[in-house]
């Protein structure tokens, strides 16, 4: 690793660890939702899960073909905390995307028509360019601020900088090149997902771990959708994250009513429980280091 790869990394780390301090007086509680701009369905939900729910982040797919769209609808909300879901795989089947550059500028992380790969094991079998993953991934962010999107984290879609040497750098140099925090590296535990949680069945699983939820900083991601046609024809290349239960639509529809749930409000006030954003917890970190 060269020298200054290795100092920027450094300072990453060494950042992150000293902001990683929370009061573990209170239980904080960040509330992710993925796949922002996936779908025409997602804007409806994701709508929906910030004014009427309890979602206090969303996470932007920018290479989706509603990436407009949510941009349009971020704009006219400028309250929501936003982040870029950096993406390098588009896994559904017959629903395929490309990469923010011309696909010739990055020619190992598409395939031979253009498109990302549908998987991590398809993509890291052709030795992506580490060069070429980092040109896009800062082009994603780049038309994100383009579009007047005020980012305030990071994310990662389906694969992280752990899965291909080299990835962690390049993350680190983005974090600090746009003074971006990277979700899950400020000190918060991440709380088990409900997305393969039966349908019927997700809005009592979120209680009882809202109920049992002991004082800290947490992370609990969801990937709020309706129930529909659209939504409901999305199939994964995997067949082991193929629902048995429903399709993708029921799936996603149930998560976003069990952010907008009676019951899932009721525990978080009654338990002193104080949703933030990556944006409080940033700015509070900078002011305090």
Not at 45 to 66: H, M, Q, R
Not at 137 to 157: C, E
Not at 189 to 214: C, D, F, Q, S
Not at 239 to 263: M, Q, Y
Request: proline share 6%; net charge neutral.
């Amino acid at each position: 690793m060269r020298a200054s790869t290795l100092l920027v990394v450094s300072l990453t780390l060494v950042m992150i660890l000293m902001m990683s301090d929370t009061d573990a007086q209170d239980t904080r509680l960040i509330m992710r939702g993925d796949d922002f701009g996936m779908t025409q369905g997602s804007l409806v939900a994701f709508e929906k899960a910030f004014n009427e729910g309890v979602l206090t982040c969303a996470s932007i797919i920018v290479p989706a073909p509603w990436f407009e769209a949510t941009a349009d609808l971020i704009r006219n909300n400028p309250s929501w905390c936003i982040g870029v879901h950096l993406t390098l795989i588009g896994e559904w089947k017959g629903y395929r995307w490309r990469p923010v550059l011309s696909w010739n500028m990055v020619k190992s992380i598409v395939d031979e028509d253009g498109f990302l790969y549908r998987y991590p094991d398809e993509l890291l079998a052709r030795t992506p360019r580490i060069e070429e993953i980092e040109a896009e991934w800062r082009a994603q962010i780049n038309l994100a601020l383009k579009k007047g999107i005020k980012l305030q984290y990071l994310d990662f879609h389906y694969m992280g900088p752990a899965s291909y040497p080299g990835l962690s750098e390049v993350v680190g140099r983005i974090a600090m090149d746009y003074n971006l925090p990277l979700s899950g590296t400020l000190g918060e535990k991440r709380l088990p997902g409900i997305y393969k949680t039966p349908i019927g069945k997700k809005t009592e699983l979120a209680v009882k771990t809202l109920e049992n939820l002991k004082p800290g900083l947490w992370l609990w991601v969801f990937h709020p959708g309706i129930d529909s046609p659209e939504h409901n024809a999305l199939i994964h290349t995997n067949p082991e994250d193929v629902f048995k239960d429903g399709n993708v639509g029921k799936h996603r529809a149930a998560e976003t009513e069990t952010l907008r749930s009676p019951r899932v409000k009721a525990v978080i006030k009654n338990r002193a429980i104080k949703l933030t954003t990556y944006g409080v917890i940033w700015k509070e970190l900078q002011e305090r280091n």
